[in-house]
């Protein structure tokens, strides 16, 4: 398995502003990805993290708003930027293992005033 | 179309009973698939992936997948009120991207 960590763990945030999230693994992996959950909600992806090139966005979430880097196989970085309140949710950083299977950070807690 | 679809619930059952949880996919080409349990405010846990038709145990979880009816399913035997959370569905297809369902929100009556 893999030990995921993310900081912060919450933040508030006013508009017009922006946040960077980090994610670190325990142990390098083979792919990296970030979600966002709303309230209620299953998780949307918004993109693949690769490891020194650039990511790979989902429909409807493009690089100026979400900015991401990788330098490494165990760390990540997502900027949520000029952030609006439709931005508070949960973002979610996870890790896939040479195994196949997927873990989860613990998330961090945006809200957006 | 959506790739993973479940049941949202609410899914009640009492302590002791058997939990049965379902979800349907619409891709064939879909090759692997996972089970995760969320509680509130927390983020998803893997409980269990299955590969191959079939059951796979694990203490009181039992996988079952049948590929020809394009589902799988997530058995709790002997019920706890600590099983109460949402479970998710994830497939994925012969590239890397998992598909999440909506989750199915199971409570366990004491």
């Known amino acids: 398995s893999a030990v995921i960590s993310q900081k912060p763990s919450r933040d508030i945030c006013q508009r017009g502003t922006s946040l960077t999230i980090q994610c670190q693994v325990d142990s390098q992996v083979t792919m990296m990805f970030w979600y966002r959950q709303q309230p209620g909600q299953s998780l949307t992806l918004i993109a693949t993290a690769n490891q020194g090139s650039e990511a790979t966005y989902e429909s409807g979430f493009v690089i100026d708003k979400f900015p991401i880097s990788r330098p490494n196989l165990t760390f990540s970085t997502l900027t949520v930027s000029n952030m609006s309140p439709e931005d508070s949710s949960i973002y979610l950083c996870?890790?896939?293992?040479?195994?196949?299977?997927?873990?989860f950070g613990p998330g961090t807690r945006l809200l957006v005033l | 179309q959506k790739e993973v679809e479940q049941n949202s619930g609410p899914l009640s059952v009492p302590e002791g009973a058997i939990a049965s949880l379902n979800c349907t996919y619409s891709?064939?080409?879909?090759?692997?698939f996972f089970w995760y349990r969320q509680y509130s405010g927390k983020s998803p846990e893997l409980i269990m992936f299955i590969y191959s038709n079939g059951d796979k145990e694990d203490g009181r979880f039992t996988a079952q997948l049948n590929k020809a009816s394009q589902y799988v399913s997530l058995l709790i035997r002997d019920s706890q009120p600590s099983d109460s959370a949402t479970y998710l569905c994830a497939v994925t297809l012969s590239g890397n991207q998992f598909y999440f369902g909506t989750g199915t929100s199971l409570t366990v009556i004491p």
């Open positions: 891709d064939r080409g879909s090759q692997s």
């Open positions: 996870s890790a896939r293992t040479s195994k196949e299977t997927q873990y």
